[in-house]
């Protein structure tokens, strides 16, 4: 989350700390947080739209925002970086434009939107023929994954905060709504059957959320390989679609998830690899190596499978593969440019929805063969 003085555009702060959560308050010129606490080398850097009803984490038990300007110095967790321009531009486009709350039904991470939707409706079309369950099993996917965010401020209020907080209500409601469209949509499902295999991936499911919820807690859900475990989850959902299509989940299923979950994870790592540079960027800092080799692993993990599919002679697969390590590797060389990595996420974002729209493409056209002779 940037943070900018009204009166000085010249520098903006980047929020971050580990431990409990607490929301942001504009006061006209400034923007005031809870009481921070931790020290300086706990500080970790985050990215959220101001205005929202994001928050930041912050190491205080109880206090919430502050109506006190902030010192010259920032306090232990909040560190300089180096001038941005029109810092106060960023802020006001921020809150034109805030991010969705946490009590609506769209979710804020749309990449990970894109890796739940795209391999349920690439086993939807691999299917042939809809039945009504698929409806359910969408709607049962939608439900759970927008739940999560209010789960973890129901949470946050119970074990953490000490005092009550306005988004706590906002957040009972839309979890009361979801829990209620979760339960029906998963009834429908039962009743449609087969009971045993929906009961496996709702068990499945359930885990996983108590999981994301605990990593939220502890303000870890900015991990790469946490995003790498949610993005196996979420792409998934090829499995719910392909059991309410079929009434059980085809061979070609298993192959669509794990191609699926590949990609993903692959561009997660890119995504952090341009992320980590551009925050070295901006402390004219080089950018750190560990998120680049991450990331140049997983594109030769990405070429080594589209060998392997082009040796088994199946061109589609090979294709798909081949072109997401080949778009991730352009990408990792160009973040090496300063000017690119000045590049508005919301363009990296749609070129990344792009590629893995056709990516999902690629795979249907691999696999339509094998999902018709399993008919």
Sequence with gaps: MRVSSNVDDSWALEAGATGGWFPAVDYGNYTYYGGCTPP??????????????????????SGGAKRTPLPHEPPPCYRAVVPLVAASDRITAAHRNPGPPAGTLVPREHGATAMLLLPFLSAAILARHFRWPELAALLAAWAAFT???????????????KKPHPETQAAIRSAIVKGILLALSASLLAFAGPLTSWLILFAGGAAFAVFAIWVQM?????????????????????????????????????????????????????????LDARIAARKLL?????????AWIAQIVLAAAAAVAALARLPWIAAALALAAVAYSFELTRQRRSE????????????????????????????????????
């Design 340 to 375: 690119s990595l000045n590049t508005r996420l919301q363009r990296i974002g749609l070129e990344a929805l792009t590629l893995a729209v056709i990516y999902a493409a690629l795979i249907v056209a691999g696999l339509w063969s094998f999902a018709g002779s399993a008919d």
């Design 286 to 294: 080089p950018p750190p190596r560990t998120p680049r080799r991450t």
């Design 147 to 161: 739940s999560k965010d209010p789960l973890a401020a129901i949470a946050r209020q119970r074990f953490l905060w």
């Design 218 to 274: 502890r303000t870890r859900q900015r991990s790469a390989w946490f995003q790498v475990a949610s993005a196996v989850a979420l792409t998934s959902a090829c499995l719910a679609a392909a059991l309410a299509a079929t009434g059980h989940i085809p061979a070609w299923c298993w192959p669509l998830w794990l191609l699926s979950a590949l990609q993903a994870s692959a561009a997660v790592f890119v995504v952090h690899a341009r």
């Design 40 to 61: 300086y080398a706990e500080c970790s850097s985050i990215e959220e739209p101001l205005g929202s009803t994001h928050v930041i984490p912050s190491r205080c038990g």
